[in-house]
């Protein structure tokens, strides 16, 4: 009977065991997905310190401040006297109220924008500098106009009435109401022998204004003269540089370091071959005499 119940046990153990091992082998496969699944990596999250010293290390570029384009002002204003270029050798000047026009061309809508001239100065006989029809139109029964003999000359009778001849090396004073105004005729001529044809000795004339204690230097058509290297205590001179009929920029260049206005003003600048290169003429006078301020205004649409 022992015998038979230790038989019994053994062979419960015996399937016991292998019912267990059978569990071991034959695990469900829904959960070892699910195991899968869930694991996940663990990210670190950034540290908010870290991501400020980065900040600090990358250079961020510096915002560039930039000033306000001004309009380009095609005048020029010294001790309230305004010089306004018109065209090529024509400009007017204003002071006080007063209106000087010189060598005026182009018509009367030319002069749209300036009151009537009490003044009128004529240089010479071309028609980039005399036009009869232009100072019929602009003319008043009270304008003076003042130019050497040849271009009185031109002139019909009814401008000759207020006509004042001027001559190089002379002066002449005139007052008005609004104004004193001393204009000095300065010798203008060609010196090359190819251009001499073109303004002959005698005949043009330029001009020297004072005005409101300035002095004002009007070359006309001319080289660089004797007679302009000469001048004296100038505050600002338009000064001609176009081929063939007047000088070369070089030349022009020349002669204004040699009388040193305090500022100049480049004009009568168109050629035969087009407009001369005004900015070599500033480069070549501000090379040797960085003082003499090269105003470049523009004399050209």
Known sequence: MKK???SLVTLFMFFSCKTDKKHDVIEPVEEIVADTLIVEESIEEPRIDSIIEVEKKVKKPKEVLQKP?????????????????????????????????????????????HKSPNFILITDIHGDHLNVETLNAINTPNTIIIGPKAVKEKLPQLLQKNFTTLFSGLSRGFTTSKMALDVEGVAMYNIREEAKQFHPKGRGLGYILTLNNKRIYISGDTEDTFEMRQLKNIDIALVCMNLPYTMPVSSAADAVLAFKPKKVLPYHYRGTNGLSDVKKFKRLVNSKNRNIKVIQLNWYD
């Open 4 to 6: 038979y119940i230790y």
């Open 69 to 113: 384009i001004e309009p380009f002002k095609n005048y020029l204003v010294e001790s309230d006297i305004t010089i306004t270029p018109i065209n090529h050798g024509t400009l007017v000047i204003e002071y006080n109220g007063a209106v000087i026009y010189v060598d005026p061309v182009g018509g009367k809508d030319a002069f749209a924008n």
